[in-house]
């Protein structure tokens, strides 16, 4: 994970306004990552009781309102109440879709926000910081009255650092990094879903236990079969008979074949994305520790498993793996006249070499 992560960024603020400490009158929560900020805007929500919030609150998306109408209803004073919440999703739109009114305006209201308002923006992306209001939010976000943090999506590569902190923040429970890095081969990046299966994983073991891959394999059976992960390790060591013979059983066992090769090529690319990385920084020159740190994997533990797995691989065997990958995913979507087994054992063949 790298160092300054979304993570980190989301725990502190989370912490914060939890404990009701520092809260300022506008906040501007922007990336790619919504799970996190979905999480904040609840925190948020909250810093007003239950019982006020029907005068209190306003959650409004860019697309179906105005610059004006946000300004107006921020402007406003609580009734019975200490605060005011109005929360803005997709803020952006709000200039693209009422011509000229444009979020520039926010830029007057951000040089005096109201007090007794806590106004939260959401949005994909930070204004343009050539004008307003961004210009003027970048300026001055240090100046005690904004808290603005970007939440970027969480690279793959450290998806299993995400895991572990996820399951100490959300649970105080600890996930060992080989069972992390499974359950994040198996489930994807999506982290909604991972935290969903974090949560049956920490209720299915017992307290005192750390979680281990025997309890993912458990958990995870429902979505996608664990053999994917045997299979991408007989690949690794170039196995090619064991490797058949745990794809066999995959088609076997699977309701939809054409799915579990076009699900088995989504994972086999995350893996060999991370291997081609490791192997081109490696072919530059850099040792082991400067790949790792270029790479900003904070686990030694999940890196020297990459870093290993990558070993077996050179540079130049990659563009005919991704090539091979590439063609079976289009085989498999019809543009073939290769039956699914052959598609799926070619596949296989071709990157074991």
């Known amino acids: 994970m790298a160092r300054n992560s979304s993570l980190d960024t989301f ?3 989370y912490n914060t306004l939890r404990k009701r400490e520092s809260i300022k009158p506008v906040y501007y929560l922007y990336g790619e990552e919504s799970f996190l900020i979905d999480m904040l805007q609840e925190e948020i929500e909250k810093l007003i009781p239950q019982e006020q919030k029907d005068f209190n609150f306003d959650l409004i998306y860019g697309g179906e309102s105005s610059t ?18 109005v929360i803005v999703r997709d803020f952006l739109k709000l200039n693209d879709n009422f011509e000229g009114e444009g979020i520039k305006e926010f830029t007057g209201y951000f ?20 004008r307003d209001p961004g210009k003027y939010l970048n300026k001055n976000k240090d100046n005690g009255k904004f808290s603005i943090h970007e939440f970027e999506k969480i690279d793959e590569r450290n998806l299993a650092d995400w895991i572990i902190d996820w399951a100490r923040h959300s649970h105080k429970r600890q996930i060992n990094p080989d069972a992390a890095q499974v359950l994040g081969q198996l489930v994807g990046s999506d982290l909604k879903l991972l935290s969903s299966e974090i949560d049956k994983l920490c209720t299915f073991v017992d307290t005192s236990e750390p979680i281990e891959v025997g309890h993912v394999k458990k958990i995870t059976q429902s979505y996608r079969d664990f053999n994917v992960i045997e299979l991408k390790n007989a690949v690794i060591k170039r196995d090619l ?25 989504g994972f086999f690319y995350s893996v060999f994305s991370n291997i081609w990385q490791i192997c ?10 400067q790949v790792q740190d270029q790479l900003n994997i904070r686990s030694n533990y ?13 540079l130049a065997e990659m563009p005919n793996i991704f090539e091979a990958l590439l063609d079976a995913d289009s085989a498999a979507k019809g543009f073939s006249t290769l039956d699914t087994p052959s ?7 071709r990157i074991i070499g």
Not at 69 to 81: E, G
Not at 120 to 130: E, H, M, N, Q, S
Not at 241 to 265: F, H, P, W, Y
């Open 343 to 349: 598609i799926f054992l070619l596949l296989i063949k």
């Open 280 to 289: 081109r920084l490696t072919e530059k020159g850099l040792n082991k520790q």
């Open 11 to 13: 725990r502190n603020l």
């Open 111 to 130: 040089e005096n926000p109201i007090p007794t308002t806590i106004l939260c923006l959401i949005d994909t992306k930070f204004p343009d910081k050539r």
């Open 302 to 314: 999940i890196f020297n498993i990459q870093y290993q797995e990558a070993s077996s691989f050179r």
């Open 68 to 85: 004006a109408n946000v300004l107006n209803i921020a402007q406003s004073y609580p009734m019975m109440a200490e605060k005011r919440i």
């Open 241 to 265: 008979d064991q490797a058949l013979r745990i794809a066999e059983q995959m088609l076997l066992k699977s309701n939809n074949s054409t799915g579990e090769i076009i699900k088995t090529v």
